[in-house]
């Protein structure tokens, strides 16, 4: 029953403007993606359980529900990859929005370019077709089933988070700098807003860490950025 | 050799002279410290003034009363003592001489006894042993004899000798009369004690021989009487003088406490307790006082509310109106974008239209970005995000993102760093929107020449300079150029695109790192811009490590003298 899918995506636009709404699908469609948009926070989640995109473009001042709460919300049923619009560049409404499970964000006015830049980074796949089994600390994760286990346990994980995880244990050895992180997972290429990684480490920890005060998977070296924890011994 | 050995700042003999300087400016501070209080107790405080004033007054005051009142007493005293012991010694030197002048006395062998049994009759009687003493001296005579020629004989203890002066035994033997002086009575073995001396001459006819006649009063009591009224006098004194100082105390106190207490609440006003009042009790002038700082306090309050009240509305708006713009701006910006890209469709005309629509979009958004950036300045709501910044990477990374503009103004950005790290904590993102705005500016207006970059540290600063040999500033400009939308040519400087807010941000961005950016030109010689960081957030910056005014240009050695003159290449170390 899986629809056909166009080669892009599907992407869902939460905004309540109606000509910037429909500029941005003009901008996507072009882009060869799908778009859809829904124009109030009330009816967002349910566009996702209808329209199943696979990235929601959300902005974050709607009348009615707010993009905050819509965000939350949608996170508790899925991993969707979801970027903010904002109007605000200030530090606590971008990690508000961030906390509350956006992937990343986009500052408005923004360029096109930039916009369709974000989405495809999103939407990439950090995979590959040869089966990869990868352990970092007590964890095990298995590449091409985009799972994480520990002892048997899967734990859930938002395509970034497994994304992230990914990349610190595919080498273990090294120490990754906020801005490598954000390059090599968000896809910028020029330095950009650490506070995203930070925001993210602290979600992925509150989900793979068995005490997230005392982490063991994602270890912070400080001053620099982020390792990968050692296995045990053991294993 | 021994002159170098002096001169040298490591040498035993300078060190030991350095620590003595030490000591001696620590002895001396130690010694200030005190004294430089207590003056300040005195500067500062109203009370202790008038409390040692009256203190100082009415002591000089006792003291000049005491000394009067004790001259009176003392006059008095002796006044009628010296009367009646001079009355006493008349009577005394004429009964003697009347005995004297009946006594049969035929040759020198009849006088001695004489004498004797004169002193006797003299003397005083049992009871009133302590009146008076009685000496005869002699014989005596006139002329220029000094020594009296004979003995002395003394009814009581007195030594004779010692007691009665030269100056009032010459006045006796030169001249009969009564003669008298104070001197201290000499008594053998005791000490001595104040007294009057009254002498007369006593002549013998017959022998033609004469005698010198003493009466020697104590004046024991009255020294006694005169020292309790001195002590009453010094003890009545010294309590008026405390009673005074702590009346001067307590009145000032009266009014100085409602004074002091009014400083308190007007320094609680002044750091933004707005809703601090002085308590009022009575009518007097002080509750007059009260009342009249609460009104001011009530129509400060009442004014800088509607001012907070009217900036608060304002930067609300400001940012609101930022905000509202931001979404239709999203969408044309986009429209406008898709007109670009297809503008190779379009005939000229609308071709060329859609790539200016394009560009003023740009210069439109990042207006906006700085209007926004300001206003949240005003509202000081700007938070500074920390981090440990290498201002030499920093300094090369924006020079290198600025390379390409650099290079279509055909001019290069030169980076001088120092090799030991320029640490300091800031916020990344400002420190490089600072860096980045004054960069961009030197080549801007660099009119195609180079511009030099310098990055240097000393033990509490960092700073990053940068140099363009444009067309400088004129006089007064170094300040002017940091003003909102200020231009220094409006006919010219459009063309360049900056929004006029890139400077005023970047000062507000060095101000909020506790920094000084400050500016120097000249006309002709171009610019330069220095920003001066604390190395640690919340430290101070004190010189900066790097120099304002560039060490090659020539106007340096006119203005600096020979000591600022520079040769070699313009290094930072």
């Known amino acids: ?235 | 050799m021994a002159h170098q050995v002096q001169r040298g700042a490591s040498s035993p003999l300078a060190q030991a002279g350095q620590r003595l300087d030490q000591a001696l400016v620590l002895a001396w501070r130690s010694l200030l410290t005190p004294v430089r209080s207590l003056v300040d107790v005195w500067r500062r405080s109203i009370q202790a003034r008038v409390v040692i004033g009256t203190l100082a007054l009415s002591a000089v005051l006792a003291l000049l009363a005491g000394w009067v009142l004790l001259r009176q007493v003392t006059e008095g005293l002796l006044d009628s003592k010296q009367q009646a012991s001079i009355a006493q010694a008349t009577v005394g030197a004429q009964t003697a001489q009347a005995r004297l002048d009946s006594a049969e006395i035929g040759s020198f062998f009849d006088v001695g006894p004489e004498i004797r049994k004169l002193i006797e009759v003299l003397s005083p009687s049992a009871e009133a042993q302590n009146d008076y003493d009685v000496v005869i001296i002699g014989p005596v005579s006139a002329g220029p004899a000094v020594q009296p020629t004979g003995g002395s004989l003394a009814s009581g203890q007195v030594d004779a000798a010692a007691t009665i002066s030269r100056g009032l035994m010459d006045a006796v033997r030169s001249s009969p009369g009564v003669y008298w002086s104070y001197a201290p009575i000499h008594q053998q073995g005791q000490s001595s004690i104040p007294g009057l001396v009254v002498g007369s001459q006593l002549q013998i006819s017959s022998t033609g021989q004469s005698y010198a006649l003493f009466y020697v009063f104590p004046l024991a009591e009255q020294q006694q009487t005169l020292s309790v009224v001195r002590s009453a006098l010094i003890t009545t004194g010294a309590l008026l003088v405390v009673l005074l100082g702590t009346i001067a105390w307590l009145v000032t106190r009266q009014v100085v406490t409602p004074v002091r207490l009014a400083r308190r609440i007007a320094e609680r006003l002044a750091a933004g307790h707005l809703e601090e009042r002085m308590q009022v009790r009575g009518e007097d002038d002080i509750a007059r006082l009260g009342t009249s700082f609460n009104q001011m306090a009530a129509s400060l309050q009442r004014q800088i509310r509607q001012l907070e009240e009217l900036s608060r509305v304002q930067r609300r708006f400001v940012a609101d109106v930022s905000h509202e713009l931001r979404t239709p701006l999203t969408t044309v910006r986009m429209a406008a974008d898709v007109l670009h890209d297809a503008k190779d469709d379009f005939d000229p005309v609308t071709a060329r239209s859609a790539e200016l629509l394009q560009g003023e979009l740009d210069r439109f958004e990042g207006l906006l970005t700085d209007l926004l950036e300001i206003s949240r300045f005003d509202a000081g709501v700007a938070v500074l995000d920390l981090s440990e910044v290498d201002l030499g990477d920093l300094a090369r990374r924006v020079a290198d993102s600025t390379a390409a503009l650099a290079a279509q103004r055909g001019s290069t950005v030169r980076v001088r760093v120092p090799d030991e790290p320029c640490v300091t904590t800031a916020d990344v993102r400002r420190l490089e929107r600072i860096a980045r705005n004054l960069i961009v500016n030197a080549i801007n207006y660099g009119n195609g020449h180079d511009v030099d970059v310098a990055v240097a540290r000393s033990e509490d600063a960092v700073a990053l300079s940068v140099r363009d040999f444009g067309i400088g500033l004129k006089r007064g400009e170094d300040t002017l150029v940091f003003n909102r939308f200020w231009r220094a040519d409006p006919a010219r400087d459009r063309t360049h695109g900056g929004t006029g807010l890139g400077l005023s941000i970047a000062v507000e961005d060095t101000v909020l790192h506790g920094g000084r950016l400050d500016a120097w030109g000249a006309p002709g010689r171009g610019s330069v811009f220095r920003l001066t960081l604390p190395r640690r957030a919340g430290g101070r910056v004190g010189e900066s490590p790097l120099p304002l005014q560039p060490l090659d240009d020539e106007q340096t050695a006119t203005v600096g003298g020979p000591y600022a003159r520079f040769s070699g290449p313009r290094g930072v170390r």
């Not at chain 1, 000509?19 to 778009?35: C, K």
């Not at chain 1, 829904?38 to 995109?53: E, M, N, Y």
């Not at chain 1, 968000?186 to 950009?192: K, L, Q």
């Open chain 1, 1 to 235: 029953m899986e629809p056909v899918r166009t080669q892009r995506g599907r992407v869902l636009v939460v905004d309540d403007d109606s000509s910037l709404a429909e500029m941005l699908t003009i901008v996507l469609r072009n882009e060869g993606f799908e778009p859809r948009v829904c124009s109030t926070g009330d009816r967002a989640l349910a566009a996702v359980r209808d329209f199943r995109p696979d990235l929601v473009l959300l902005d974050l001042m709607l009348p009615g529900k707010d993009g905050v709460d819509v965000c939350r919300e949608v996170r508790n049923e899925s991993g969707v990859p979801i970027i903010m619009l904002t109007a605000k560049n200030d530090t606590v409404d971008i990690v508000v929005g961030l906390e509350s499970g956006a992937d990343d964000y986009v500052v408005k006015p923004f360029k096109p370019k930039e916009l369709v830049a974000r989405v495809r980074a999103r939407l990439r796949k950090f995979d590959g077709d040869v089966p990869e089994e990868l352990r970092i600390g007590d964890l095990s994760i298995d590449v091409a089933g985009h799972t994480v286990s520990r002892s048997g346990e899967r734990l859930s994980l938002t395509p970034l988070e497994f994304d992230l995880l990914v990349c610190l244990a595919r080498k273990p050895w090294q120490v990754f700098t906020r801005e490598v992180l954000l390059e090599q997972v968000w896809g910028y290429r020029h330095a950009a807003d650490t506070r995203l990684v930070n925001v993210h480490v602290q979600r992925l920890r509150s989900k793979v860490e068995i005490d997230p005060e005392n982490p063991q998977i994602v270890l912070t070296v400080r001053g620099v950025g982020y390792t990968a924890g050692e296995p045990p011994a053991a294993g």
